[in-house]
């Protein structure tokens, strides 16, 4: 069975410093992996998403993740954090079939 | 923009009310999910939708009923609902199910309170 564990719960960065969200994931092959993030009130919006070849990719809105098999990890970074950029992060996996598996998200604060 | 809409975007109902939830794409996906969600927790799976049948019921109480007028629309049929069920109804839709390496891309959500 696939699982997601994202470690941290709450995140707390200032503006303009860098950030980076943990992600671990459990899954027999090759996983499909995404970040999506939830403003308030909001629905979820895609920021990037991992199928193969390079191990880093870029997304929306200047972050990027990098999948590293070793150790089974898909961690979201980005340099600068923006203020607008608070909000709710779910990192999420599947083996291409019937499931998503949400990992229980990360809430990030920006102090500014 | 998102590409999903909901409507309506708030709902208030009481226990004895029936309304519906209504969503709709027009990226010519073949796959349609309703979604729910409760304050500070990842989204769970309700209903999956696969070229306009019903693929998955993860054994949601017959108080939520939905279906699927065409590839584009997506409705929930709510009937005798409980407080608990207040959440947040997220609609999703993506190119093929299973998913493979297509993305859900969600709609906005319709905030539901059952008084």
């Known amino acids: 069975a696939q699982s997601v564990t994202q470690p941290d719960i709450h995140i707390t960065v200032s503006e303009g410093a860098s950030l980076e969200l943990r992600c671990n994931y459990s899954y027999g092959a090759t996983p499909y992996l995404f970040w999506y993030v939830q403003s308030p009130g909001q629905g979820l919006q895609l920021l990037l998403k991992y199928f193969s070849g390079d191990t880093l990719v870029q997304g929306i809105k200047g972050f990027e993740a990098e999948f590293k098999r070793s150790q089974s990890s898909f961690n979201l970074r980005k340099p600068s954090v923006h203020w607008s950029d608070a909000a709710e992060y779910f990192c999420?996996?599947?083996?291409?079939?019937?499931?998503?598996?949400f990992g229980t998200g990360t809430q990030l604060k920006v102090e500014l | 923009d998102t590409e999903v809409t909901q409507t309506p975007k708030h709902l208030v109902m009481g226990m004895t009310n029936k309304k519906s939830l209504k969503c709709e794409q027009h990226m010519g996906h073949r796959a349609m999910y309703w979604y729910k969600q409760k304050a500070k927790k990842p989204p769970e799976l309700m209903f999956v939708?696969?070229?306009?049948?019903?693929?998955i019921n993860e054994s949601v109480p017959s108080r939520f009923s939905p279906e699927c007028p065409n590839s584009s629309l997506l409705n929930l049929h709510l009937h005798a609902l409980q407080p608990e069920d207040s959440a947040l109804y997220l609609c999703a839709s993506s190119q093929d199910f299973p998913t493979g390496n297509s993305p859900l891309h969600f709609g906005n959500g319709t905030r539901l309170t059952v008084t």
């Open positions: 999420v996996v599947t083996g291409g079939g019937n499931k998503l598996t």
């Open positions: 939708y696969s070229y306009e049948k019903l693929s």
